[in-house]
Nanobody, 119 residues
Framework: QVLLVESGGGLVQAGGSLRLSCAAS????????MGWFRQAPGKEREFVAA????????TYADSVKGRFTISRDMGKNTIYLQMNSLKPEDTAVYFC????????????WGQGTQVTVSS
């Protein structure tokens, strides 16, 4: 029902910035929740940021709070993750995801985009 495609990853020096995009195809309803996750080599997937499609209920992992910002363009069906003051520990594959049912797990996932932060 929903297809997600991430883009915008790349190589950046510590302290730099990147903006990730996630283009969504399909019907997105106001009660859906959108999120960003990441997985570093040898580590478990972890939560990064999330918000409802309508907005106003943002949450961030403590490790990125104050540095990352989640947003969306409803007209373009696109989710963004602005990443500032990047650190080497931010290096990971970043995934966007959508949850269609309250209280349920995220049911739509993108393929991921690589972010590498050099020291």
């Amino acid at each position: 029902q929903v297809l997600l495609v991430e883009s915008g990853g790349g190589l950046v020096q510590a302290g730099g910035s990147l903006r990730l995009s996630c283009a969504a195809s399909g019907r997105i309803f106001s009660n859906y929740r959108m999120g960003w996750f990441r997985q570093a080599p040898g580590k478990e997937r972890e939560f990064v940021a999330a918000d409802s499609w309508i907005g106003g209920t943002t949450t961030y992992a403590d490790s990125v709070k104050g540095r990352f910002t989640i947003s969306r363009d409803m007209g373009k069906n696109t989710i963004y993750l602005q990443m500032n003051s990047l650190k080497p520990e931010d290096t990971a594959v970043y995934f966007c995801a959508v949850r269609s049912r309250p209280g349920d797990s995220y049911d739509y996932w993108g393929q991921g985009t690589q972010v590498t932060v050099s020291s």
